[in-house]
């Protein structure tokens, strides 16, 4: 039953575009409707197919090294004053300097292959995951703090026995954000320069006005972000069963 609503509500606003498409006479070069779009699905499929597994590609290796790197960062400001007084700038210009400015400089540095738009997607990632995970480990317990540093615990102890465990769920909140985000430095990549990839399919096909196209590889690549949140939301919950924030995700 929890899914009957969305999908109701969602046929009834197919149903009013393809029905306002019809009655206000819009092109379909500027506005097609819901029934061209689903034949632009079928008879391109293979193209489709073969476009979106490129672009899931970079999706999930940038938000793999973007995780990792904003992981390491965290750690290393929670471990060391002197770590976070020299990576926190980094943060403020990483989530300040937008993405889109810097994209061409992206593609020159690192070419019209795979390489830039991992490292678009790992910058728009890095982020979140860093800023999330290093409030948790922040806001550990300090009661259990101070208790594990009465028993000799170093810093190293407390960081891998207390600030770690009870910062999992903000870092799940921070995967889940940057999830969210990880097709805008993929397609935003395939934008700027590629040959491939459902972005580079927009800007192809917005050129020669198949704009049933477009809003086609917009569908596709909707329905693979949502897939990966999904499988990654379900793999947080599974991951961290005890953790409320976790739990209550699924």
């Known amino acids: 039953m929890a899914i009957l609503r969305p999908l109701l509500v969602t046929l009834v606003l197919l149903g009013l575009w393809e029905a306002a498409v019809r009655l206000i006479g819009i092109p379909a070069y500027i506005l097609p409707g819901p029934l061209r779009i689903g034949r632009a699905l079928v008879d391109n499929r293979a193209i489709l197919a073969a476009n979106a597994a490129i672009t899931l590609g970079e999706m999930v290796l940038g938000l793999l090294c ?45 070419g019209f292959g795979l390489a830039s738009k991992i490292v678009m997607a790992s910058l728009i990632i890095f982020f979140p995951v860093a800023s999330a995970f290093h409030d948790g480990l922040a806001r550990a317990d300090q009661g259990l703090v101070d208790l594990a540093r009465l028993h000799g615990a170093g810093r190293m102890a407390l960081l891998r026995h207390i600030r770690i465990p009870a910062a999992l769920p903000a870092l799940a909140s921070g ?45 596709i690549l909707l329905a693979v972000a949502l897939v990966l949140f999904a499988l990654i939301d379900r793999l947080l919950t599974r991951m961290l069963p005890w953790a409320p924030e976790t739990g209550n995700a699924g």
Not at 76 to 96: D, I, N, Y
């Open 66 to 110: 973007g995780a990792l790197l904003g992981i390491a960062c965290a750690l290393m400001m929670a471990f060391s004053p002197l770590a976070l007084r020299a990576l926190r700038p980094v943060l403020l210009v990483a989530q300040a300097l937008p993405v889109f400015a810097i994209a061409p400089l992206l593609v020159i540095w690192f």
């Open 175 to 219: 995967l889940r954000v940057a999830t969210a985000a990880a097709p805008i430095g993929a397609v935003v990549g395939e934008w700027v320069g590629s040959s491939a990839g459902l972005g580079y399919l927009m800007i192809y096909s917005n050129a020669r006005m198949q704009t049933d196209m477009v809003f086609a590889a917009l569908a």
